[in-house]
């Protein structure tokens, strides 16, 4: 790995966990359901999405995914966070909220991804004309 690719992933990762960071800060709940992860999750997803697909359109270096994807997205969204969440969770015999978290957090995750990758889509034809 250059040095260049180093300091690329360094400040993507930086700026991923600080962000996450301060949108996580403050727990946000409704009823009982963990939003901050969520959210996070989910821009994260779709940040991705969206890059895939503007980074092939636009046959950008692959140093750029190591800053955006790699880097950003990798330190921005969090698995071990949902985790711990869904566990508490558990602790607390939540199942209602539990299978509420899991669906949320995977399905609009994914569903973010899909609409990242169109925004990508449509944004690239609208640059390429």
Do not use: W
């Not at 400040?11 to 600080?18: N, R, S, T």
């Not at 969090?78 to 969770?89: C, G, P, Q, R």
């Amino acid at each position: 790995m250059q040095l260049i690719e180093i300091g690329l992933l360094a400040a993507g990762a930086v700026a991923g966990a600080f962000l996450r960071y301060k949108l996580v800060e403050s727990s946000v709940t409704i009823s009982g359901l963990p939003i901050n992860v969520l959210v996070v999750n989910v821009i994260g997803s779709f940040v991705l999405g969206l890059f895939s697909i503007m980074a092939v359109g636009l046959n950008l270096d692959a140093k750029y995914s190591l800053l955006v994807a790699v880097g950003f997205c990798g330190s921005f969204t969090t698995m071990s966070s949902f985790a711990l969440e869904t566990s508490n969770l558990l602790d607390s015999n939540r199942f209602n909220l539990v299978a509420l978290n899991v669906l949320a957090n995977v399905g609009l995750s994914l569903g973010a991804v899909v609409g990242g990758r169109a925004v990508g889509n449509v944004a690239l034809e609208r640059l390429l004309k």
